[in-house]
């Protein structure tokens, strides 16, 4: 793992996790390193990751093709024989993918959202990959986490300088909060990047 850290390759210590049938860590660990555009033996670590995805005949094939022509239904029949304790690592898995053949980040944000939410979602927004329509789109269609989609909204209204419409969000995001949904994480994310000019807007608007 200290090699790892310090530039080599994650393959070892995956393979250690695997060994030790630690496969949740093992598929968290690959993805991670995956992540790092510099990742060192990646074929290897994707090969281990569909291992541990138990990857059916054709799934790299089925990906292609939903990368041509991306629809709700065919993200939906992709996911669907997904065994539940691999549902999860396979979502995830294959929005990595279908990022890699190019898919839209507008699609890849419909596909991490819909059956359930990966933190792909939440990353696509702080990439600035995503306009506030698509994501206020998406909360028109959900009842119990508008207080997420409106803070991912605001997030990304923040992003392009627009603080008025950040702070309108916000209010909309807090007023629909609930005991298992809060848009606490955007308010984090947004005062980690304000200026202090922004940071007394938001005070003086009463937001956290």
């Not at 979502?91 to 898919?103: C, D, E, N, P």
């Not at 890849?108 to 206020?136: D, K, N, S, Y």
Request: charge should be negative; proline fraction near 5%; include cysteine.
């Amino acid at each position: 793992m200290r090699k790892w850290l310090k530039g080599g390759s994650a393959l070892p210590y995956i393979q250690l996790l695997v060994g030790d049938e630690r496969f949740a860590d093992a598929a968290a660990t690959s993805r991670l390193a995956l992540a790092d555009p510099n990742c060192l033996d990646r074929r290897d670590i994707e090969a281990v990751l569909d291992r541990l995805d138990r990857a059916p005949p054709g799934w790299e094939e089925t990906l292609q093709e939903l990368a041509r022509q991306p629809t709700l239904e065919g993200w939906e029949a992709l996911m669907r024989f997904s065994p539940g304790d691999l549902a999860y690592s396979r979502r995830r898995s294959a929005l990595r993918k279908l990022g890699g053949y190019g898919v839209d980040p507008d699609w890849l944000f419909r596909f991490a959202t819909h059956g359930g939410i990966t933190p792909e979602a939440i990353e696509l927004v702080e990439a600035g990959l995503l306009t506030p329509e698509t994501i206020l789109a998406r909360n028109e269609q959900s009842e119990s986490a508008q207080a997420f989609f409106l803070g991912l909204a605001a997030e990304a209204t923040f992003l392009r300088g627009d603080m008025l419409g950040t702070m309108r969000l916000l209010r909309q995001a807090y007023a629909r909060a609930n005991d298992g949904c809060s848009p606490d994480f955007a308010v984090a994310f947004i005062r980690e990047r304000a200026s202090d000019g922004q940071k007394a807007l938001l005070d003086k608007a009463g937001l956290p």
